[in-house]
């Protein structure tokens, strides 16, 4: 959710800067597909009705993978669009993070403390949060991990990574 609202505000501020929705709207992007592909297959991995039916976490964690190496190959192919240099450096990070980690993203219980979304270890536990790990001793890049919050007096508060 947190994506969409930097979204919208990228689009308000470019907006403001003199932008327009018609050059938005040339911009050529190359295997949009592949993008889409990714979110359907996030979106599945991690309903629950996979979480029901899939009793193998093995499986989520290697189609999330695969899903992040689509994203990987769109990005790729859009590199010489303006942005798309940091948005990649961003998708490597995350899928750093995520690979050291068994396919899931640590997050920092702080974190998740100041956008109100868990108060402890226990209530972590209770969510249906199937990427997320919480960052300890075993940890690999931890730092690259959602340690990061918007407080929970923002609407939609919530964590991120670098």
Known sequence: MILLVVLAAALLISLLFGGSLQALGQVDLKYGI??????GVQLLVFSSWWQAMVERALW????????????????WFNRRVPGF???????LLNTLVIAANGGRMPVS??????????????????LRVTNSI???????????????????????????SI
């Open 34 to 39: 592949f993008v889409l592909l990714a979110i």
């Open 60 to 75: 989520a964690e290697l189609l999330y993978l695969l899903s992040l190496l689509l994203l990987f190959v769109a990005v």
């Open 85 to 91: 240099a940091p948005l990649g450096l961003g998708l």
């Open 109 to 126: 219980l702080q974190a998740l403390r100041v956008a109100g979304i868990a108060a402890s270890r226990a209530e972590f536990e209770t």
């Open 134 to 160: 919480l960052v300890g001793d075993e940890t690999t890049l931890g730092f690259l991990g959602d340690i990061f919050a918007v407080p929970d007096i923002v609407p939609l508060s919530n964590v991120f």
